[in-house]
């Protein structure tokens, strides 16, 4: 009788959980992989995103605020970067104020 109970199929709870990390694994890529945008990623830096990254980290890391200044299509454009995380830029970059990211459409 035991020996019967033996055949029976089933799925044991180390098949599960290997099934399960598996599976987690592959969503993580492909949501990291759905998540880029080239095209936004491309604008940013010409925009001087970079430029602007750099400033907010220096503020809240010094705690003081830092100002600087980006020539963007032949126009002088000053940012100003606080040690709260803001940043103020001209409403024609569309950065947002909290972040220093650029906004999207």
Do not use: F, K, N, Y
Not at 43 to 67: E, F, K, M
Not at 74 to 94: C, H, N, S, T, Y
């Amino acid at each position: 009788m035991s020996l019967a109970r033996r055949s029976i199929a089933g799925v044991t709870l180390v098949e599960l959980m290997v099934v399960l990390v598996l599976l987690g694994l592959m969503a993580a890529v492909v949501g990291l992989a759905w998540r880029r945008d080239p095209v936004r990623t491309r604008d940013a830096t010409t925009d001087g995103q970079g430029v602007i990254a750099a400033a907010r980290h220096q503020a809240l890391a010094s705690g003081r605020a830092v100002r600087v200044e980006l020539t963007i299509d032949g126009q002088r454009v000053a940012i100003a970067a606080l040690p709260d995380g803001r940043v103020i830029a001209p409403e024609g970059m569309r950065v947002d104020p909290l972040t220093g990211m650029p906004l999207r459409e």
